[in-house]
């Protein structure tokens, strides 16, 4: 019993240091350029085709939202390097895309390969639900409805 309490501590302690590291400016923003990267690739994947994984529309809304989070990053951070962080991030996803574990597990090899399944299109939400949740967080009020009659 006592060794699993211990067990339990150091997997929150794990588990708050992951936390205390991922909420970084540098790392908020690398994993911003990363969603983006996805949303693009997803965007471009399935162009021409009727069925789509992002429209012009969501793409658009996309590239706003990490401009976005750039821009409040960089009011907290102002020295941060986001040209180093895009390169990071270009690097990343290049890896990621050569990864077999990864095009086989996540939807990125129906993206890859511009098949349209159900695993590329939760793929592809995943990235642009998390850059509104991030923009989200920077600008509170953009989560908010307007009332508009």
């Known amino acids: 019993m006592r060794r699993s309490r211990e067990i ?4 929150q302690r794990a588990y708050e240091a992951a936390q205390v590291e991922a909420a970084k400016p540098e790392n908020i923003m690398l994993t911003a350029y990363r969603h983006y990267l996805v949303a693009k690739q997803c965007s471009e994947s399935r162009t021409g085709y009727a ?4 429209t012009p529309q969501q ?10 989070i750039e821009a409040g990053i960089l009011k907290r951070a102002p020295s941060l390097n986001t040209d180093e962080r895009w390169a990071a991030a270009n690097r990343a ?13 996540t939807g990125r090899g129906a993206v890859k390969e511009r098949t349209y399944t159900e695993q590329g299109r939760q793929f592809c939400s995943a990235a642009t639900g998390w850059l509104k949740g991030a923009y989200g967080l920077f600008y509170p009020d953009s989560l908010t409805v307007k009332k508009d009659f």
Do not use: H, R
């Open 93 to 105: 996803e290049t890896a990621a895309n050569a990864d077999i574990s990864e095009l086989g597990f």
């Open 51 to 54: 069925a789509v994984y992002l």
């Open 8 to 11: 339990q501590a150091e997997q």
């Open 59 to 68: 793409m658009g809304e996309a590239k706003a939202q990490v401009k976005g």
